[in-house]
């Protein structure tokens, strides 16, 4: 173990003792599972939201022409808890939200948790079957949107619809009518760590998304992780004579450049920043030339988002006409970055590349690498998230295997979910009794650094988006013409990977590919229709269990 390494380990036992400020204690689960929990942070995000309090009269959001106060934020949220009461939600119950970012969508989401309901973001990208399936999925109660997600969905007769103001319909109520007049103080609900907290749709490997649940308690986890690996990780560099500046601090801003219906948007941007006091910049939808633009007013520090962003940041024509300096952290998530694209970033900008590895099912939760060891480890996920987070590499017997050897990924953490909401089975395929998740993604250990190398579930990952390949290729199958349809994923150097199709159509078909892309554009959010659709001119290769030949039909369309 290097000297760097021994001292990571020193700080990290440090600042866990008693009396510190991340002291942890062993807890035993119902079950008889034992865990490491925090022992100072909240039991609820309720008081997770007075850490915010701290720094109340200093500029939280910033949208637009809009600027929100801590203070100002915290209460609009409870105006929301208050307003939900009123309605008639209780704690427990489910409550939507599904639009465009902007400040609204924030208020929405800290009401609903504050007074112990459930935060369920959908995806804003969906089309309305699959806003449908997902309210009906979890029975959600009341939905906040915009509009053009509420609209085509008047089969949903029992739930109350909410329009933010930012796109006005008299169709709704709106946001602001919905929320005035209602007490800016929290109400007095009895909140636990335990309690149902958030539910997250996420890609399955078959059929439909599903619910991924989580806790208060799991949620708070990964906050404190990500402010312990900062402390530390800046402890480590000031003793070793370094810049420790820390990765997340009341001087730095974050850039909020991905969607808050994703873990990275909600977790790593919005949430972590009111523990830390940090400032969040809200872009709408991401543009690179308007992200620039930003990060030169602002003074922005921080941007994190899917390896997409930072590499058309460093592409884009405009970048030396702004002053770029205050960037400090270049985070990624959602996909690795390609080892020559992280020593450019690093090349180019002030600010130090970072990555980091987590899953819906762990609140973001994994890996992180940042400064020096991400620079010599750039194929490297980084290393495991102390104190709270254990990984190791399984057979498919959840055998632990040797350093070096290749395995599933498995995770154990007070992050980890609950489990998946009304779908048992698929909980007890990913979960053991003892709270290890298996990831489905393939990987190593070398030293204390995770590399990520292959993918067991059928998924695509495209900007950060999953894509489970079998949900588009029953989309497919709907259309009668088609006999035979395999879809799966090639790299991309912009995207990490593109969504591919083979199809073979039934004797005497003339659909062509415009026609099929129109078909599924209303089963299907647009980013889960393939790119690229070859017809092929014979029945699709085989492997030996007789299922479609994926890795070759990969190479066909890769070479071509």
């Not at 400064?371 to 104190?387: K, L, M, T, W």
Request: aromatic residues 10%; charged residues 25%.
């Amino acid at each position: 173990m290097t000297d760097s390494n021994q001292l990571f380990n020193e700080i990290v036992s440090e600042l866990t003792k008693p009396g510190q400020i991340f002291e942890t204690r062993e807890i035993k689960h119902e079950n008889g599972n034992s865990f490491s929990e925090y022992v100072t942070f909240p039991d609820n995000l309720k008081g997770y939201f007075d850490f915010g309090l701290l720094h109340a009269d200093k500029d939280f959001l910033v949208y637009e022409s809009e600027r929100h106060t801590f203070k100002e934020t915290i209460s609009k949220a409870a105006q929301v808890g208050n307003a939900l009461i009123e309605e008639g939600i209780q704690k427990g119950d489910r409550v939507a939200i599904c639009m465009q970012n902007n400040p609204e969508f924030i208020f929405a989401y800290m009401g609903i948790v504050g007074i112990g309901a459930v935060c369920v973001p959908l995806n804003s990208w969906w089309v309305p079957d699959e806003i449908i399936y997902a309210m009906e999925h979890c029975d959600a109660k009341v939905l906040f949107g915009d509009q053009k997600r509420l609209k085509g969905l008047e089969s949903l007769t029992n739930v109350k619809k909410i329009i933010t103001t930012y796109t006005p319909d008299d169709s709704f109520e709106s946001f602001d009518d919905f929320t005035k007049n209602h007490s800016e103080e929290w109400p007095d609900i009895d909140i636990n760590r335990d309690d149902h907290a958030i539910i997250y749709y996420t890609s399955g490997s078959t059929g439909k998304p599903k619910g991924v649940l989580s806790s208060q308690r799991g949620v708070i986890s990964s906050m404190f992780s990500w402010a312990f690996i900062s402390t530390v990780l800046s402890q480590r560099e000031a003793r070793l004579g370094k810049d420790a500046t820390p990765l997340a601090s009341s001087e730095s801003s974050i850039l909020l450049c991905v969607p808050l219906f994703h873990a990275t948007g909600s977790h790593v941007a919005f949430l972590m920043s009111i523990l830390v006091g940090r400032k969040v910049v809200m872009m709408k939808k991401w543009d690179a030339g308007d992200a620039i633009r930003l990060i030169s007013e602002e003074k922005v520090s921080d941007i994190t988002g899917v390896p997409t962003q930072t590499w058309e940041l460093l592409n884009h024509p405009d970048r030396d006409k702004y002053d770029l300096s205050s960037l400090k952290v270049l985070g990624g998530g959602g996909g690795p970055r390609p080892a020559e694209h992280v020593k450019l970033l690093d090349e180019n900008f002030k600010g130090r590349p970072g990555i980091g590895y987590g899953l819906t099912e762990t609140n973001a939760l994994g890996t992180l690498a940042s400064g020096d060891e991400y620079i010599q480890n750039p194929s490297s996920a980084g290393r495991v998230v102390p104190p709270l987070t254990e990984i190791k590499i399984i057979d498919s017997n959840w055998n632990e295997l040797p350093e070096g050897e290749i395995g599933e990924v498995a995770i154990k953490s007070q992050s980890n979910m609950l489990g998946y909401w009304k779908n048992e089975d698929a909980t007890k395929e990913c979960m053991n009794n003892e709270g290890w998740f298996k990831s489905g993604d393939m990987g190593k250990f070398d030293g204390p650094f995770l590399y990520i190398v292959d993918r067991i579930k059928d998924m695509v990952i495209r900007g950060g988006e999953n894509i489970a390949c079998p949900e588009v290729e029953n989309a497919i199958y709907e259309h009668p013409d088609v006999l035979e349809a395999s879809v799966f994923g090639i790299p991309d150097e912009r995207l990490g990977e593109i969504l591919c199709s083979a199809v073979v159509l039934r004797e005497g078909s003339n659909l062509n590919k415009d026609d099929l892309v129109k078909f599924l554009s209303d089963k299907l959010a647009a980013f889960k229709i393939p790119a690229l659709i070859k017809f092929m001119d014979s029945n699709l290769p085989l492997v030996a269990s007789g299922k479609f030949d994926k890795p070759a039909l990969r190479e066909i369309f890769t070479q071509e």
